[in-house]
């Protein structure tokens, strides 16, 4: 019976994490009708580097002080995403601060901002470690093994272009940009090569990445001051001098940015004191698509990936359009450019469309039974662990608990990326193993953290849930359970989340407070969820054993997301009134609810809609820029033919595929809608983002 049982809920696990082409389970930027929708991923993927190699193209991205460190993802698509490979285990550096020993740690350094590379018959992935300087990372096959060059030197946020004569380069630096030459065989810089090639005062940052297309070299970067933005530099020489333009801004796709983690000092356990601002609604900060690179497809077409600070969640990565426009790579569509549509089609890839196969499906599976011998690919260590005092035993997960005070200071926590717009994280925690002064549990390693789980003192469990930024705890009598489920919920686009216990996995009870989930530049990583187990007594204690991992994400199926075969009211969620179709000809806005305020829509495939009043009448656009009035037709040939942009619970914008604006109207002007909107600002209050309603 007991296993009978486990085989049960292995397959119950399975079910909830795997993506079927039907009911989509885990978010994946791939809506099925040939569109995707941003962000391309909803949990954290920051400073990518893109790369193609034939038909393959390959992500690289930021882990920080998390091992196995420098992960990267593969597709066919540029949409659907799988990780295979992580450029190493652990880190290969004996100090105590990589292993989180003696009180010293990494957090907000480690390594970070790759560059992904392919020449000579290799892949290179470059990158930096605080203290340790540059590093490389070559395979003659990107799932490893892969060979580690410590090429040491102050050279980071780097971009590495391999020339055509041969010679190597790395371009580096914030506001004065400069780029040294690389020895051939990976030892170092060559020495006397470095010089400035883009002074300082041009408004260029970081975050670079350089091509040489067409004979030209092409510097794409990311300046912070006064918000992100991206821009692109060229040259005809590599040495300069280059001209810079800004290639995209302000595209938030209507997210504003985070509240933000304040506090003094680096993480202590003596108490430092946190605080968390109120978030601003109406900035734009760097919640802005920025920082990452550009790739041409198959086909000719050029796209961009660029990253953008998305609430707790951390930093995520996005995928957007490019037109050459005088020779610039210009984000967005033709008639608006700086822009990027949050839903748009999928690259017309050839070898994509003949497979026989379909290719949606998520990057990760993020559920672990732990029946394996291995890990699975989405788990990272909090720090190099020692290999010593964890094991997978009899399909379960064991940690020892080592001495720490608190759980930023746990050795072998074991975390994975949270994944949103909602998702409930769910485990068992066994407690068998347990001695005094042990505590294991679920935690959210962020900063400030919090966590859920038992405390052992004496021969007494109890239930603790734990939130750092007050540094208050709850209390519940249990009466030692040798199993308990501890749960995480969290809605990381309103940025708040909960924890909850059961002991019998079906009735679940809430503890602790709603806490507020922050953004935050201290560890540079979003939440992540952490199985862990420590001793707070400074012991050596005994074990915790974790299984059944699951997660379940509400929001991720977005099949039924556009109101087809549905009659539904149009809200502005600028001003809260109904989008009303007047007998005068031209859409409004109003109060009252009429047939003239009921819409239905024309499925013309792929997301694309035509919009009808339930008199029979079609929206269409007259004339052109602020004279575009929005205004009402009888002939279906006149209509406007629109690609929906899904903003989730029922919140859209409507893309015109005529002149690549939206639809939209002016809060407080008092003028008619019209189609000439750039998109949405990051409150979602300029006119431009609706909300459809059923009326029965």
Known sequence: MKNYRKIVIALLCLANCTLSINAQQSWTADNGNGTFTNPLFYDEFSDPDILRVGDDYYLAGTTMHSVPGLVILHSRDLVNWEN???????????????????????????IWAPAIRYAN???????????????????????????????????????????????????????????TELEPDMSGPKEETERTIIPEGNAVGEGHHMYKINGMYYLISTDYKPNGRTLCSRSKNIWGPYET?????????????????????????????????????????????????????????????????????????????????????????????????????????????????????????????????????????????????????????????????????????????VIGPTSIATVELFTAGMKDGDVAGLGNINVPCSWIGVVKDGKQLTLRCFEQLTNDTTDVAINNPLKLYLRFVGDYDNDKGHYEYSIDGSTFTQVGPEMVLSYQLISFQGSRHALFAFN??????????????????????????????????IRNLANNRFAEATTHGVLYDTDRDS???????????????????????????????????????????????????????????????????????SPTTGSPYSMDYTGADPGRRNGAVLKWEEVK
């Open 245 to 417: 333009i800004t290639i995209t801004a302000d595209e938030t796709f209507g997210y504003h940015p985070a509240p933000m983690t304040q506090v003094r000092g680096r993480i202590m356990p003596d108490g430092t004191k946190f605080g968390i601002s109120p978030a601003n609604f109406d900035a734009t900060a760097c919640t802005n698509i920025h920082q990452g690179g550009i790739v041409e497809d198959q086909t000719g077409q050029w796209w961009a990936l660029l990253m953008m600070d998305f609430h707790s969640i951390g930093r995520t990565t996005t995928l957007a359009p490019i037109i050459w426009k005088d020779g610039w790579p210009m984000l967005g569509l033709e008639g608006n450019l700086g822009r990027a549509p949050r839903t748009w089609f999928k690259p017309n890839i050839p070898s994509v469309a003949t497979e026989s196969q379909p290719t949606r499906h998520a990057p990760y599976n993020r559920c672990e039974n732990f029946d394996g011998k291995q890990l699975g690919r989405v788990w990272q260590w909090n720090h190099n662990p020692d290999d010593k005092k964890w094991s997978l035993k009899k399909g379960r997960l064991r940690l020892t608990a080592l001495p720490a005070e608190q759980l930023m200071w746990a050795r072998n926590s074991l975390t994975q990326r």
């Open 595 to 665: 047939k003239l305020t009921h819409f239905r829509l024309i499925d013309r495939g792929q997301g694309k809609v035509v919009v009808q009043c339930e008199d029979g009448r079609y929206l269409m656009c007259s004339g052109f820029g602020i004279a575009g009035d929005v205004r009402m037709t009888n002939n279906l040939e006149k209509a406007e033919e629109f690609l929906w942009q899904d903003y989730l619970d029922g919140q859209f914008m409507l893309l015109s595929l005529r002149n690549h604006r939206y639809l939209g109207k």
């Open 84 to 110: 295979i490979s992580y450029c190493f285990p652990r880190f290969d550096f004996d100090d105590d601060a990589f292993s989180l020993r003696n009180h010293k740690e990494i957090y907000g350094q480690g």
């Open 121 to 179: 018959g290799k892949f290179y992935v470059f990158s930096n470690i605080n203290g340790k300087g540059l590093q490389c990372y070559t395979a003659t096959d990107i799932r490893g093994p892969w060979e580690h060059h410590n090429m040491k030197g102050r050279i980071y946020d780097l971009s590495v272009l391999f020339d055509d004569d041969g010679k190597i380069y790395a371009i580096h630096g914030y506001g004065e940009v400069k780029c």
């Open 536 to 569: 707070h007594k400074g012991n050596e204690g005994g074990y915790a054993e974790f299984d059944n991992f699951t997660v379940d994400e509400p929001k991720a199926d977005r099949s039924k997301n556009i109101p087809y075969g549905k009659t539904f009211r």
